[in-house]
């Protein structure tokens, strides 16, 4: 299910500039790109301390640095400038100011997929996922992703490439899909790219063995999860082609000895049985005794040579996935974001919130008051607008902040430290 919000549709100006080198910079140009700040300084401050030290003035005044800096000749300090921008986008809506230079930004962004390696890639693919979040869709997404997608694309498929820049492109190549591309072609065209990816990790016919990982596996779970992602997009016809090729297939994933494949396939088993029995109630998959038999065994999983938090994990991921391969139940979650809560109470709406918190991380609480295109993803309604003096209430100052976590941190210590006394003296009188 995907709603269109309607915003507008004015176009930016667009300005020449000079192709940049590989050359490394001088100390004066990396000076330069510190000035304006450390990056990953908002990664680790997040959307609460922009709210608090930074204007939107500030932020302006940064990004505008930053742009300029997208140019310059040192690969490491064009990625820095792409990451600073890819923050202060992840953690405030800045539409206005971003529809006057989208195309200065779509630039800089396709230049340094082009000419860069590896992490500026990821970089640059990052950024592109924020901006066509803020532009929502319409239009200027919609050109973002055909300026931006053959190259994308070409990088998914490069096996010459950063395997984590093509993880990225990935992932960026379908949520821009899902929300600017209306082309049912192009929709198509993208499901079957990443189709392509994943389906390497199939067990071939004749192969018993486990599905054994490989440098290229982190790739193919990003790929599987994205495609999942689109399906929940596509008319009715196509999604019965995709689950007759794929339902068989897909359970051969989850004899990996990648704990994260193995979930990557669980989960998505769950929102294809989910898309299934939406189309009919009465869908029947003649398969189900020997699928839920490996469903359970990874539920209960004792595996000794097996990590101990991935088998915690594992088992707990998959005791929903039985469920609600089994009962057609789905374990109610509930995200609090300001004065809102969202009820997440099936797998197609968990699968959509956990792709766009991964892009967006924790500025995903932000999105969802104040990006439209988001909370007509979720269904939240128009955002909610609060006057100052509810939102000061509502804020806790970080010295409040940090004497809470202490408390609470104290109280953890203090509860471990009895129940280490009991099992001692439990100990002692046997």
């Known amino acids: 299910m995907r709603f269109i919000c309607e915003l507008s549709s004015s176009g930016g100006q667009h300005r020449n500039v000079q192709p940049f080198s590989d050359e490394d910079a001088s100390i004066e140009t990396m000076s330069h790109c510190s000035g304006y700040s450390d990056p990953s300084s908002f990664a680790e401050d997040g959307p609460e301390v922009l709210d608090e030290e930074g204007t939107q003035e500030d932020l302006e005044y940064k990004l505008k640095g930053f742009i300029d800096l997208t140019l310059d ?6 990625q ?3 990451e600073g921008i890819k ?3 992840a953690s405030k809506m800045l539409y206005e100011f971003i529809l006057e230079r989208r195309m200065t930004l779509t630039d800089s962004i396709e230049r340094c997929l082009k000419k860069g ?3 500026e890639q990821r970089a640059a693919a990052a950024l592109a996922s924020v901006l066509c979040i803020q532009l929502g869709p319409g239009i200027e997404s919609e050109e973002v992703l055909k300026t931006l997608g053959p190259i994308l694309k070409k990088i998914i498929c490069d096996g010459t490439a950063s395997i984590q820049a093509r993880q990225t492109c990935a992932t960026c190549f379908a949520v821009c899909c899902f929300i600017a591309t209306d082309d049912i ?3 198509y065209s993208t499901l079957q790219c990443l189709e392509n990816i994943f389906t390497k990790s199939y067990l071939k016919e004749n192969d018993t063995n486990v599905v054994c990982s490989t440098p290229t596996t982190a790739l193919h779970i990003s790929s599987l999860l994205v495609w999942t992602l689109l399906l929940t997009i596509c008319p009715i016809n196509e ?17 990996s000895d990648d704990v994260n494949m193995r979930i990557a396939a669980g989960e998505s088993l769950a929102l294809l049985f989910e898309l299934a029995r939406g189309i009919e109630s009465d869908f029947f998959y003649e398969d189900m005794e020997s699928l839920t038999q490996m469903l359970r065994a990874l539920a209960t999983d004792g595996t000794k040579h097996r990590a101990k938090v991935d088998k915690r994990k594992q088992r707990s991921v998959f005791r929903d996935i039985l469920r609600a391969v089994e009962e057609r139940d789905f374990p109610t979650e509930t995200v609090k974001f300001g004065p809102e ?3 997440i109470d099936c797998w197609v709406k968990k699968h959509t919130y956990d792709t766009f918190k991964e892009v967006l991380g924790s500025g995903m609480q932000y999105h969802l008051q104040s990006n439209e295109f988001l909370r007509n993803v979720f269904e939240l309604g128009p955002p909610v607008m609060l006057d100052a003096a509810t939102l000061k209430t509502m804020k806790i100052s970080r010295f409040e902040r940090h004497l809470y976590n202490s408390a609470a941190f104290k109280a953890r210590t203090k509860a471990r430290s009895k129940c280490r006394d009991k099992r001692a003296d439990v100990g002692e009188f046997f």
Request: aromatic share 6%.
């Open 239 to 255: 999604v019965k082609k995709k689950l007759e090729v794929h339902f068989h297939k897909l359970p051969s994933l989850l004899s």
């Open 73 to 78: 000749k040192s690969a490491k300090t064009r």
């Open 341 to 343: 809560r969202m009820y």
């Open 80 to 82: 820095a400038a792409l």
């Open 185 to 187: 072609t192009e929709l």
């Open 87 to 89: 923050n202060i986008l």
């Open 117 to 119: 390696k590896g992490d």
